[in-house]
């Protein structure tokens, strides 16, 4: 046996969806408003994961304009069928739901198909594809026809042609949710398993109150019986002291031997927040009576997850893969990071919306310039200077080198970001010909100076032409630091979505702003993360 250590993917990865091909895993997530979107993972057991791509990483398959944080990319399904990867997606804010192929899931992915929906209908969110034969069948989520409240929703079905990338036939209505007034029914996958057709799906919100359910039929397009003893998981019954909640958006997948697990999204709250974001955890499925059961015996979420070995393990990635280079993938998570600036950039990296094409210039793989847009996160109609990673652990050090030949009235540094309007600015800043470093904080849309330092001081690092900015988190604190010393500290509890709103998780990285052009220098860009959440842990 192997073990699985919970969440699988830590940090801002919500909505996985995963599919096997052979020995191989793929699993890809939700990505909002950033740059560039749907991570793509690889494994070849269900325990080590490495991030092998990126599905949407240009504008003409990804349109973001004005798309605020929480726009933008929902619920992304991958699935596998005669040599094609295919990621069905919506796009909140530009077309609405499309698909996007690929035979090479670390290359490049085709440009986007759009479906129409008939005029009048609610086209839905969630998309999800399920193959039968030569066929392959739309699996959505929709507000119902006759809805009694905002958030009535159904899962529904219908023919798609991919010669002609339309939607055909007539659509069905398949599922309204296990609970009486069940709420949010979404993010639907189905799968023919044995002689049932089986859809899972999530229900109740994406919060505490989440949950994952399964119904099934003997015939694709229904009736669908509700299983009984639904939801299939869930730990609101837990309370809100429980260490990981919000459990939802499941996706099936077996092994090569026969054996069933669920990827989901979870959250590791601290103290009723969750700055990380919503996760990616995995559990064990056993199948009784037809039904499928979910670690039985315990009926949760466990922190360690045996998993068993595959017996094609060792040939695993000898496929697909084996055209493809080591080169570009990394692993899940790594507690050290010395982030490389090169080209193509480190898949890792992450912009908030579409950046200018000229906005990065790379120095050596230390070393880069990034533009000083006249733009700041709230600005929803300008180009943001930003490159950033997703945080991973709540114990934490960002540091870079910023260099002091900055253009006039610009600013350059580290951006400690939740949303458009949640976040914490560590610059410094030329004005006038003179250099201080400004600590500015964002919350709930209200800006708020948290001190200055001004640099004369400073002769020895001005000399050199350098001048290293640092954010230490841990918990719920973070502190600030100029050339090792610390300047300040705050709470960051408001960057997370049950005080701020919206689906994200926080990111950090660096940044540069300007009212005149010019370009600010970074270096020596690392991240380190510290020994985990022991608080949460059983």
């Not at 599922?175 to 398993?193: N, Q, T």
């Not at 004369?456 to 100029?482: N, P, S, T």
């Amino acid at each position: 046996m192997k073990t699985a250590h919970n969440p699988i993917l830590k940090g801002f990865y919500p909505d996985p969806s995963i599919c096997r091909v052979g020995g191989d895993y793929y699993l890809v997530n939700s990505t909002f408003s950033y740059v560039p979107g749907v991570p793509v993972f690889h494994s070849t057991n269900l325990t080590d994961w490495e991030q092998i791509g990126n599905v949407l990483t240009r504008k003409s398959q990804l349109v973001l304009d004005g798309a605020t944080m929480s726009r933008g990319i929902f619920a992304p399904t991958i699935r596998y069928h005669k040599g094609l990867f295919y990621m069905i997606t919506t796009n909140v804010s530009y077309g609405g739901n499309f698909y996007v192929t690929t035979s090479d899931p670390t290359g490049e992915w085709s440009d986007p198909v759009y479906l129409k929906v008939p005029e009048g209908t609610d086209g839905g969110i969630d998309p999800s594809l399920y193959f039968e034969g030569d066929k392959c069948y739309y699996v959505g989520q929709r507000q119902k026809a006759d809805a009694r409240f905002y958030g009535d929703c159904e899962v529904w079905l219908q023919e798609l042609d991919l010669a002609k990338g339309e939607l055909v036939g007539k659509a069905y209505s398949l599922y309204s949710g296990a609970m009486k007034d069940a709420c949010w029914v979404e993010g639907p996958h189905l799968y023919k398993i044995g002689d049932y057709y089986y859809i899972t799906c999530a229900e109740m919100g994406t919060s505490f109150e989440h949950s994952i359910c399964v119904a099934r039929s003997k015939t694709l397009t229904g009736p669908y019986e509700n299983y009984k003893c639904n939801p299939l998981l869930t730990h609101r019954h837990l309370g809100r002291n429980y260490p990981i909640q919000n459990i939802g958006h499941g996706d099936l997948v077996d092994t090569p031997e026969g054996e069933w697990y669920l990827v989901m999204l979870g959250t590791r709250p601290l103290n009723g927040g969750t700055e990380l974001g919503r996760e990616s955890f995995l559990a064990k499925v056993e199948w009784e009576e037809g039904w499928p059961v979910v670690n039985p015996g315990e009926g949760r979420i466990l922190w360690e997850q045996p998993v068993r070995e595959s017996g094609e393990e060792q040939e695993a990635g000898s496929g697909i893969l084996a055209k493809s280079a080591k080169a570009g993938r990394v692993p899940a998570f790594a507690p050290q990071m010395e982030m490389k600036f090169t080209e193509p950039r480190d898949i890792r990296f992450l912009t908030f919306r579409h950046p200018a094409d000229d906005m990065i210039r790379i120095i050596s793989e230390k070393e880069c310039e990034l533009k000083c847009a006249d733009a700041a996160p709230e600005n929803t109609d300008g180009m943001i200077s930003y490159l950033g990673l997703r945080q991973q652990d709540r114990c934490f050090s960002i540091k870079v080198k910023v260099g002091t030949n900055l253009p006039e009235e610009a600013g350059a540094g580290l951006l400690y970001l939740y949303d458009d309007d949640n976040y914490f600015c560590l610059l410094l800043r030329r004005q006038e010909g003179k250099l201080q470093v400004l600590l500015e904080k964002r919350e709930r849309g209200s800006g708020q100076s948290l001190g200055n330092v001004e640099l004369e001081d400073k002769a020895a690092c001005l000399e050199e032409g350098w001048l290293e900015l640092e954010i230490r988190g841990k918990d719920r604190q973070a502190e600030f630091f100029v050339q090792g010393e610390k300047i300040g500290e705050a709470l960051t509890d408001f960057m997370c979505s049950e005080r701020a709103g919206g689906f994200v998780g926080c990111t950090y990285g660096i940044f540069a702003q300007g009212k005149e052009e010019g370009y600010a220098r970074f270096c020596d860009l690392q991240v380190e993360y510290g020994v985990g959440e022991a608080k949460n842990e059983e």
